[in-house]
């Protein structure tokens, strides 16, 4: 018997990432979000990744709910931000798949595993549609 592929097996919420600096790799600093090093605003940056992590809570929230077509939306939405963005993928992979949309979900799972190659979740999704398959 192979395990069902449910929203509540998603991975755990992502917390606000830590920004750093694209050129310099180092922390902005913390009250004015400014590069220590060469002094650019990385103020952008950090909305743009939080908008990301708001959409992805929002579309496992959306799934957990059973509301598989706005989480699809939701997830998305993440990734037009941020399109290595594992987690979102993963699930992505996990709400079509529940969806029935097999196609889109072998191909968020491809996706994910470009970023992470061997993530579990996304091998055991892919593993699990090659059973379906046969
Ligand atoms: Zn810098």
New binding site residues.
């Given amino acids: 018997m192979t395990a069902p592929i449910t929203a509540a097996a998603a991975p755990a919420r992502r917390s606000a990432p830590g920004v750093t ?1 694209p ?2 790799r ?1 922390p902005p600093h913390p009250r004015t979000f400014t ?1 220590p ?2 002094r ?1 605003d990385l103020a952008p940056l950090a909305f743009l990744r939080s908008r990301a992590d708001r959409a992805y809570n929002l579309g496992l929230d959306l799934a957990k709910h059973g509301l598989g077509e706005q989480a699809v939306a939701a997830l998305e939405l993440a990734l037009a931000d941020d399109g290595s963005f594992v987690d979102a993928l993963v699930v992505l992979g996990k709400v079509h798949a529940q969806l029935g949309n097999e196609a889109e979900a072998r191909a968020a799972w491809q996706r994910a595993l470009k970023a992470a190659p061997d993530h579990p979740s996304a091998t055991a999704g892919l593993a699990h549609l090659d059973r379906l398959a046969t």
Avoid: A, G, I, T
């Fill in positions: 600096c050129v310099c180092v590069c090093d060469c650019e």
